[in-house]
């Protein structure tokens, strides 16, 4: 017999008489007991399970350390090379109420740290104070390693550029609270403070070191004050590299000078001088429809009203069409001028986008300079690129529609970019072709040779203009310039190259012109972009240049009727 | 065993309910720890992202042109042709001043030859950039110079 059954027996027998009433009192227990003891038991069923039969890998708790949510979006090149991400960074702080010998820990955290003022901090009351923020690993390491109560940190996230000076005026930087300030951080500030898919950028950063590289080592040849340039995808409008010089470091943005924090290539305006006889010739021939074999009267200075234009480097003799633009003649240019008058030149470089801001996706695109009001002196010196300033931009936009066949391009720094800006022509497929012409017998018999590279059909244009300074323009003081378009017998690439102030050395002969300072870094940025983009040399391509050699007379023989003067 | 007899249908409940307590228990721990695996692998991927862009920025520190350019110019500047007996490594860059120069490119047909096999070459080491790091970037040193 069981204990339980004797148990109850002998309860039975001690109350006896209220058997039944004893019994039902006794289940009751018992189902009672048994549930007691079934809820304890799945609790230490529950405990066993954690503790010893899952036995967790990580603590449940948080470390402490709050990971964020990746907030700004990151900005990479066409090829998808990372130029803007955000990163964590550890910040530290102090509670100096928790410190007890502060003057060693300052002097620690000095020494590692590289700050100074620390022990003021730590002498403050409150019971927060930031040390540094934004350490780096090898810091954080070490102030960690000091196992000093009171001191902790703060995870936080940072703006970095990897690719540093390269892109810095074109990628821009961040504020403190991670909001864009210039460049492409600010002109896209809404779309990468969403978050998400990175922006893809149609700079190529190997061509962008490429041009930056080359106009670096020509701002030191010729000690320029500063340089610019960029690099544009005639046909789509992409602009593939852009270039300011001086730059500055984007981490330390509010620590930069302002002469590094000017953009030049986008926000500067500029005489651009003979460069801009691309696009006076180009209106001359599509206004007048007159050939090679036209001719103007450079003999003599030019007079207009009580200004006097002259030719650097003068001719003196009669010039035809291609030997104005190879010569650069400044009176040559200004006949043309002259020729198609104020408002066919002022519609003509309204067309190529001159006269108004560049619809393109970068933040404060300023307006040229254009005289107000037009007089006919204007229309004359506007044909040799002086009395109007432009931004770089500009002239690469310009540049880009002649080359481009006569259609404009909608310019873009930034892939998949929307615009209201339809490609339109703006010049005849026979006057672009006329152009490319003459830009490629200017590298070949003018002033771009040194643009010129084997293998490949380099056409380009100078430009040299002296800065304006206190009573007139100053002959010391020059923007050098060159154009380039590549290749030229089916232009893809429009490359632009511009030092401001540069000195001529033993090198250039003393000279600080644009055939010897711009059109180098030029010819040096195409042979790159050959190499970086896996351009081939045509062995094919056709000779522009064929039969232009009877228009490159050294005196030619016409009548006075038909020469422009 | 009487009382059971008695109250079957009580019993019954009662077992109910304890076996639908002990379910319901074991289900809802079995929900709260699928919950907190969860939210502790949301917590690794947004973790491992970060460790991941951090390679990235790092990745991209490094191959920077103006770097690889240094370290590039470096490496050509330290092979020198020698005088007999030397093999030239076969990653030897030659500059030569003219197309002319250059061989004839190979037609893509004959890419689909075997290679012949040559021993491997030791090359001298790269020499890097000591200064450049990526604790550089973040104090803001190593940029352009």
Redesign the interface.
Known sequence: MSLLNRWNKQIATLISGRGESVYVARTRLRVVQSLSLFLFALVFIRLTDLTIMQSPQEPFGDTGSSVQSIERADIVDRNGILLATTLQVQSLYADPTMIENKAFVAKQLENILGVVGVDAKLDRKGRFVWIKRGLTPEEHYAVNALGVPGLAFRTETRRFYPQGNLTSHLVGYTSVDGDGLAGMEREYNDRLSKGGEALSLNMDVRVQHALAKSLKAKVKDFDALAAMGGVVDIQTGEVIAAVSIPDFDPHHAGKADKESLRNRFAHGVYEMGSTFKLFSTANYVEETGKGFSKTFDAREPLKEGRFTINDFHAEKRILTLPEVFIHSSNIGSALMGRAIGADAMQKFYSDLGLMDRVDVDFPASPKPLTPKPWRDINTLTASYGHGIAVTPLHVLLATATIANNGIRPSLSFAKGRETDDIQSRILSASTAYKMRQLLRLNVTEGSGKQADIEGYLVGGKTGTSEKAGKGGYDKNRLMSSFIGVFPVDNPRYAVLAILDEPKGNKKSFGYATGGWTAAPVVGDVIADMTRILGIAPNADAPNLTAGLSRYLKKETKITPASYER | M??VRDNKLLCFL?FAV?VAS?GL?LVS?RVYDAQ?SVQ?AG?DV??V??DI??L??????L????RL?RISSNFVQSIAPAAGGYDMPASTVSFSS??SSLPEAISPASFDAPLPNKKPVKSKPILANKKSSF?D????I???E
């Open positions: 009487r009382f009662i304890v002990v228990t721990q907190r502790k917590r947004v973790r992202e970060w862009r951090s990235k920025a790092e990745l991209a520190y191959t920077r042109p103006d350019d003219s197309l604790d970037l973040l104090n803001g190593g940029g352009r």
